[in-house]
């Protein structure tokens, strides 16, 4: 069974980098599309974007200028850092998987992996 | 980008009544690719259904999905106490996006 787990600093000062990692086990990091998406408290989910194990990326166009998707598939993580926080950035933050390849079709589908989810808080 | 609305905001209902939630898109969902998700306080969303009808794997038969082009459903056909939570539409046809989420509150 697929686990995902987040890690990074749970408090970030406003204009710096929040920077986030994905450690996925239980199966293989390759072939798959992996996401962060992010909920406010309170609020709705939001999709910040995605990589594939062969580093391709796309991104929420409204966070494209600060967000930065990497993966290192020798050790099964993905990354996020999302630069210059504000108060707006404070968020339970989730890595998923959201699709993958198989038999030279590939596919983003509905999230049926999700990690815990960590909260980071922008305040100084 | 495609946004979904989701209505209503909240929904209180008994035990055993039917609950019907919606999720208008700005424009039409290709393929139908839309999903739901159940979230509990706390907890991340579990996934409900996939590509507007399908259930997921360990999802019991009274949730189930309808819906094609700008217009979906989410039914759950007889409410049980544990259903009491927040429910969210994502569309994966066109990027990512998410609704706004309904509430569902058990009285």
Do not use: M
């Amino acid at each position: 069974q697929v686990q995902l787990q987040e890690s990074g600093p749970g408090l970030v000062k406003p204009s710096e980098t929040l920077s986030l990692t994905c450690t996925v086990s239980g199966g293989s990091i390759n072939s798959y599309y992996w996401s962060w998406i992010r909920q406010p408290p309170g609020k709705g989910l939001e999709w910040i974007g995605y990589i594939y194990s062969n580093g391709n990326t796309g991104y929420n166009p409204s966070l494209s200028s600060r967000v930065t998707i990497l993966i290192d598939t020798s050790k099964n993580h993905f990354y996020l850092k999302l630069s210059s926080v504000t108060a707006a950035d404070t968020a339970v933050y989730y890595c998923a998987r959201i699709g993958g390849c198989s038999g030279g079709s590939c596919s983003i589908n509905a999230v049926n992996y999700w990690g815990q989810g960590t909260l980071v808080t922008v305040s100084s | 980008e495609i946004v979904l609305t989701q209505s209503p905001g909240t929904l209180s209902l008994s035990p055993g009544e039917r609950a019907t939630l919606s999720c208008r898109a700005s424009q039409s969902v290709s393929r139908n690719y839309l999903a739901w998700y159940q979230q509990k306080p706390g907890q991340a969303p579990r996934l409900l259904i996939y590509d507007a009808s399908s259930r997921a794997t360990g999802i019991p038969d009274r949730f189930s999905g309808s819906g094609s082009g700008t217009d979906f459903t989410l039914t759950i056909s007889r409410l049980e106490p544990e259903d009491s939570a927040v429910y969210h539409c994502q569309q994966y046809g066109s990027s990512l996006t998410f609704g706004g989420g309904t509430k569902v509150e058990i009285k």
